[in-house]
């Protein structure tokens, strides 16, 4: 018997080995895959500002901005960083954000 078993194991080896991995899918929320993480809700990259800004109903990005963003851009380099920005439900999208004096640009 423990011949067979040895033989049943080196068979499910091999056909695990020969076949191919499986094609990248849908993940977890059904996002497809390599989506970026700000368009399939997942959390923020490193690189981006810990705070989406919504701009529905803003006349300046001033204004939309939140405290924890404007601190955030006000300890990068050159007062310059990346900012997910959303319209409602019409658009949503990373942005470059730069201070300069009082404004954002």
Do not use: C, F, I
């Not at 076949?19 to 690189?47: F, H, T, V």
């Not at 990005?61 to 920005?85: F, I, T």
Request: charged residues 20%; hydrophobic residues 35%; positive net charge.
């Amino acid at each position: 018997m423990a011949t067979t078993a040895a033989s049943q194991q080196d068979a499910s080896a091999a056909s695990t080995a020969s076949s191919p991995s499986p094609a990248p899918s849908a993940n977890a929320r059904g996002a497809p895959a390599g989506m970026p993480a700000y368009l399939n809700g997942e959390a923020a990259q490193a690189d981006t500002a810990p705070q989406e800004v919504e701009l529905k109903g803003a006349t300046q990005l001033d204004e939309a901005m939140p405290e924890a963003n404007a601190s955030w851009l006000d300890a990068q380099r050159h007062k310059r960083g990346k900012v997910r920005l959303r319209y409602g439900g019409l658009a949503r999208g990373v942005a470059t954000v730069r201070r300069e004096g009082k404004h954002y640009r």
